[in-house]
């Protein structure tokens, strides 16, 4: 997007705000879909917890996407969005077998990530066909906090524990119709990914009844200009064509699946913040922002790395700036970074900003919520108002008649 258009959007609906570009979701989705068109069929559920707004979620079914969802809210959001029950996957961790069921009830595919409850599930239901969550233990990049497939991983069911579940499978006669792994997010090399998917499809092999191979997600994105991305040009041929030989080896056509949520909507993300004060220290020189981790905490939780421009003074001189935010912690979002000179008053927008990060926003500091505004056919459509005092007393019970 154009800075013209992101600070019409600022002064319209006021900062902080969100502004996702549509076309740049539509354009990551067309490059994923064509990278695997060698597939007879792909499925990509977008993975709703990277940005769970309701437009935004009619906007993925409006491309064609299923959806990946891991709460049972997120998956009445899905429904509430348009999804039918069939387009909706719940892959979630740790959930109660009451939550299954009712995702199950709702009609919806469940992805079953433990063998205790992979039993539970299937003596009470054996006849809902269920997919089933395999760790692998391989890690396919990124760092320990995003990386979920490695041998302490609390997620899916070890690679190791295949003849228990074949066991539970045959025990209960449940039926598996789908296998899935996840193994994190950062993929940077492929051959490890795909090193990965060879043990899925060997696992696959064991099971009769399968529909589709889930592979997941953690396409990487760039989040600055050196960065290396996932190849996804690459990976669609090499597993694609791999894919299409299994399905030949396994006598039956199935569904490739995909889950992404960043490779979908992080780039399409802009988090725009106004400069309260710039404050020269002996040391540096601050950019305070009217914003602090309970609008954004990816740099602060996982040492994300946001690009941050300076919108209302693009040419301005460059100078090294430490930019922090209002909240009453150390909430820094960057240490350091070269940006066109900020006066206060100033807009700065910050990349990257689709994926986890408005759905990680707190009230912390008794702080709303900001804005969310949808940026379609080249117009700025209001998607989330900022939140308003109401909200944070909601549902607070105030008992001051007690004392
Ligand atoms: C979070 C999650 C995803 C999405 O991961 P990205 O790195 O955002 O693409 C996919 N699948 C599952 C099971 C997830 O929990």
Not at 264 to 278: C, D, I, K, Q
Request: hydrophobic share 40%; glycine share 8%.
């Amino acid at each position: 997007m154009k800075a013209k258009e992101l600070l019409a959007i600022a002064s319209e609906f006021g900062a902080p705000v969100y502004v996702y570009d549509s076309e740049k979701i539509k354009s990551q989705h067309e490059r994923l879909t064509k990278a695997f068109q060698n597939v007879g069929t792909l499925k990509v559920n977008y993975a709703a917890k990277a940005l769970s707004n309701l437009s935004v979620l009619r906007f993925m079914k409006h491309l064609g996407c299923g959806l990946d969802t891991v709460s049972i809210q997120e998956v009445r959001l899905g429904l509430d969005a348009g999804f039918k029950p069939e387009e909706i996957i719940f892959t979630p961790n740790g959930v109660s077998l009451e939550e299954l069921e009712k995702a199950a009830e709702l009609g919806v595919q469940i992805n079953i990530d433990n063998l205790s409850i992979l039993e539970q599930f299937g003596s009470k239901h054996p006849t809902i066909p269920v997919c089933i969550r395999i760790n692998p233990h391989v890690m396919a990049g990124g760092n320990s906090k995003i990386s979920v497939g490695h041998i302490d991983s609390k997620f899916g069911i070890s690679i190791h524990q295949l003849p228990h579940i074949l066991r539970i499978a045959e025990l209960t006669k449940i039926k598996i119709n789908g296998i899935h792994m996840h193994t994190g997010s950062d993929i940077l090399d492929i051959d490890v990914f795909i090193y990965a998917s060879e043990i899925l499809f060997d696992a696959a092999k064991k099971f009769q009844d399968l529909e589709f191979i889930d592979f997941g997600s953690g396409f990487k994105v760039p989040y600055k200009e050196s960065d290396i991305q996932t190849n996804i040009e690459e990976l669609g041929n090499k597993l694609g064509e791999r894919f299409n030989e299994f399905c030949k080896d396994y006598g039956k056509p199935l569904t490739l699946a995909f889950e992404p949520g960043k490779y979908l909507v992080s780039e399409a993300g802009s988090f725009l913040v106004t400069v309260n004060v710039v404050k020269q220290t002996t040391s540096t020189v601050f950019a305070g922002i009217d914003s602090g981790f309970n609008h954004l905490i990816r740099p602060m939780f996982y040492g994300a790395y946001h690009d941050i421009r300076n919108l209302s003074n693009p040419n301005g001189k460059e100078r090294f700036y430490s930019v922090v935010g209002y909240i009453c912690e150390t909430d820094t979002f960057a240490n350091n970074r070269r940006i066109a000179e900020i006066s206060e008053g100033d807009i700065l927008c910050f990349s990257n900003a689709g994926a986890y990060c408005f759905g990680m926003a707190s009230n912390y500091n008794s702080r709303y919520r900001p804005a969310e505004v949808l940026w379609h056919n080249g117009q700025a459509h209001l998607i989330r108002e900022r939140e308003t005092y109401e909200d944070l007393k909601r549902n607070q019970i105030d008992i001051g008649t007690q004392f």
